[in-house]
C-alpha cells in the first residue's frame, strides 16, 4: 500500500508541477506582453530591468496557476489510471477507491499550505514592488519613454514626436494637444525640447526653445484651411501631470497588495477604533474598512483552500471521464476553474458592500465544490 501511495503521490506532484509551469509561463506571457515587452522592445527599460520584472510576476502567476496546474495534474493521472485498467486492478485487489484518493489528497493539501505561504507573504509583496517599479520609471527618467521617429500617446491629451533624442535633449520636438474628442486644437514645434521631473506636482516639466504655436478653429479642429494666427516662441513650458498616466506618486497602496502582517496592523487599528468611544461616521468608516481588511484575508486563503476543493472534484471527475488524451482532461480541468474563477470575480464586485459579508460568501466557491466533490467521490467508490 505504501508503494502504491508513493507511486501516485509522485505521479501527481510531476504531473501537477509541470501543469503549473505552464500555467506560470501563460500567466507571465500575458501581463509581459501587456506592460513590459513593448518597453523592451522600443529600448525604454534594459534587459537586466525586464528580467527583474519577470521575477517579480513569478509568486503572483503563482497563486492562480496552483489550483489549477494541480486540478489538470489530478484529472490527467486519475484518467490514465482509469483508461489504462490499472484502477479496476486495484479494486479487484481490495484497494478501495478512498484509498487510491488519499496520496492524491495529500498532495493537494500540501499544495494548499504551500499556496497559502505564497499567497500571504510573497505574491502581494511582489506585486507591489512590479507596481512601483513600472509607476517610478517615468518619474526617475521621463525620457525613457520617448522613441524617436514614432508617436507617443502615452500622455493623454497630447501627442508627442521627436527625430531625434541625444544627451538628455531632443531635436525637432511635435506636440498636439487634444480635446474630448481627441481632435488636435494646438501645435506646438520646437527646435530643441528637454523634459525635468518636477516632485512637488508630480509632473513632468516639458521645456521648448526656439518654437512657434499653431493654434486651431476649437469649433473645427480638423479644418486646416481655417487656423489662428501662428505665434513664435524662444522658451515654453509646458506642465504633463502624471497622476491621469500613473496614478498619484503618494497615492495609498491597494489591500490587494498588502502583505499579511500588514492586513492584520490595519484591522487592529479598525478594532481598536471600534472599540473606543467613535462617533457614528468614524464607527461605519471603520467598520467598512475592517470588513475589506477582512475579505482580502478571507481571500487569499479561500485560492489556497481551492488547490484541495478543485482536487476533491478532480479525483472522481478523472476516474469517470477514463480517457487518456490529454486534451479532453484539459479541456475539462479549465472548464471546472474557470467557473470557480468567475464565481469568485462576481464575489470580488461586492467588497465595498459590507452588508453583503463578501468576507464569508468567499468561501463559497469551496464550499460548493468540496460538497460536490464528497458526493462525485461517494458514488465513484459505490460503482
Known amino acids: 500500500m505504501l508503494t502504491l501511495s508513493r507511486y501516485l503521490g509522485w505521479n501527481v506532484t510531476v504531473t501537477s508541477l509541470s501543469g503549473i509551469l505552464l500555467f506560470v509561463f501563460i500567466l507571465i506571457t500575458g501581463n509581459a506582453m501587456r506592460d ?3 518597453l523592451l522592445a522600443e529600448g525604454t527599460i534594459p534587459f537586466s530591468l525586464f528580467l527583474e520584472l519577470l521575477w517579480l510576476l513569478v509568486p503572483y502567476a503563482f497563486s492562480f496557476a496552483m489550483p489549477l496546474g ?29 484509498s487510491v ?29 512590479y507596481k512601483a517599479i513600472l509607476n517610478d520609471l517615468v518619474r526617475t527618467d521621463p525620457l525613457r519613454f520617448i522613441v524617436p521617429r514614432a508617436f507617443i500617446h502615452d500622455f493623454p491629451g497630447y501627442v ?32 530643441e ?9 508630480d509632473s513632468l516639466i ?21 487656423l489662428q494666427p501662428t505665434l513664435l516662441f524662444r522658451d515654453a513650458r509646458i506642465r504633463l501631470p502624471l497622476a491621469n498616466l500613473l496614478g498619484a506618486a503618494n ?15 490595519r484591522k487592529n487599528q479598525a478594532e481598536s477604533i471600534l472599540s473606543g468611544d467613535p462617533s457614528d461616521e468614524e464607527a461605519t468608516i471603520a467598520r467598512k474598512d475592517e470588513l475589506r481588511v477582512q475579505y482580502q484575508i478571507s481571500r487569499r486563503f479561500a485560492l489556497a483552500a481551492s488547490v484541495f476543493s478543485l482536487a476533491l472534484i ?25 467557473t470557480y474563477y468567475t464565481v469568485l470575480v462576481v464575489i470580488g464586485w461586492t467588497e465595498n458592500s459590507p452588508h453583503l459579508r463578501p468576507d464569508l460568501l468567499v468561501w463559497a466557491p469551496n464550499f460548493v465544490a468540496q460538497g460536490l466533490g464528497f458526493l462525485l467521490l461517494t458514488r465513484a467508490a459505490r460503482s
Not at 161 to 174: C, L, N
Not at 208 to 226: C, I
Not at 251 to 265: F, H, I, S, V, W
Request: hydrophobic fraction near 45%.
Open 36 to 38: 513590459i515587452l513593448g
Open 70 to 98: 494541480v486540478l489538470i495534474g489530478i484529472l490527467l493521472t486519475m484518467g490514465r489510471l482509469s483508461a489504462n485498467r490499472e484502477l479496476t486492478a486495484l479494486r479487484s485487489a481490495g484497494i478501495s477507491i478512498y
Open 101 to 129: 484518493a488519499a496520496p492524491v489528497l495529500f498532495v493537494a493539501l500540501c499544495g494548499s499550505f504551500l499556496a497559502i505561504y505564497i499567497n500571504t507573504i510573497h505574491a502581494p509583496s511582489a506585486r507591489a514592488s
Open 160 to 191: 508627442l514626436y521627436v527625430a531625434e533624442k541625444e544627451e538628455g535633449r531632443m531635436q525637432d520636438f511635435w506636440l498636439w494637444e487634444l480635446d474630448k474628442k481627441k481632435r488636435a486644437v494646438r501645435l506646438l514645434r520646437a527646435d
Open 193 to 201: 525640447g528637454t523634459f525635468a521631473f518636477d516632485e512637488t506636482t
Open 206 to 226: 516639458l521645456t521648448l526653445v526656439n518654437g512657434f504655436t499653431e493654434l486651431r478653429d476649437p469649433k473645427e479642429p480638423d479644418n486646416l484651411q481655417v
Open 251 to 265: 497615492q495609498p497602496r491597494r489591500l490587494a497588495n498588502y502583505t499579511m502582517d500588514e492586513l492584520l496592523k
Open 314 to 338: 478532480a479525483v472522481p471527475l478523472g476516474i469517470r471521464v477514463g480517457r487518456t488524451e490529454t486534451h479532453a482532461n484539459f479541456a475539462v480541468g479549465l472548464g471546472i476553474a474557470m
